[in-house]
């Protein structure tokens, strides 16, 4: 029988999304920028959303899906178990949100030179 996650380990996990929101938040803003300078969506998918709705619009609706989507699965946790799965998907996450982002970041700098 497994015992139900404590609170303190929760606040862990909400930080961790902010984390990620905040980069998502970034994300999307440095997409906006170096694809008015000229730049090319590395994301296949995105790019064909971006040509089907718009770029801002397809920024907006993605990152709220999936950031809201991210939300429904942190209330079902119930369990240790679901705790140490969404905390290791939260570090993979923010750990490939940081190198697009570095990434990104490199971009930016050898556009803007």
Partial sequence: MEKYI????KT????????????NIYDGYSTTVLLKAGAEEANPVMAAVMGKIGVMPAIIVTKTFF???????IFLMKTNVE??????GLLFLIGWYGAVMLFTNYRLMTLMS
Wanted: proline share 0%.
């Fill in 67 to 73: 950031l809201t989507l991210l939300v429904g699965f």
């Fill in 12 to 23: 862990g996990i909400a930080i961790m999304f902010g984390a990620l929101l905040l980069l």
């Fill in 6 to 9: 404590v609170t303190h380990a």
């Fill in 83 to 88: 705790h140490a799965i969404m905390t290791g």
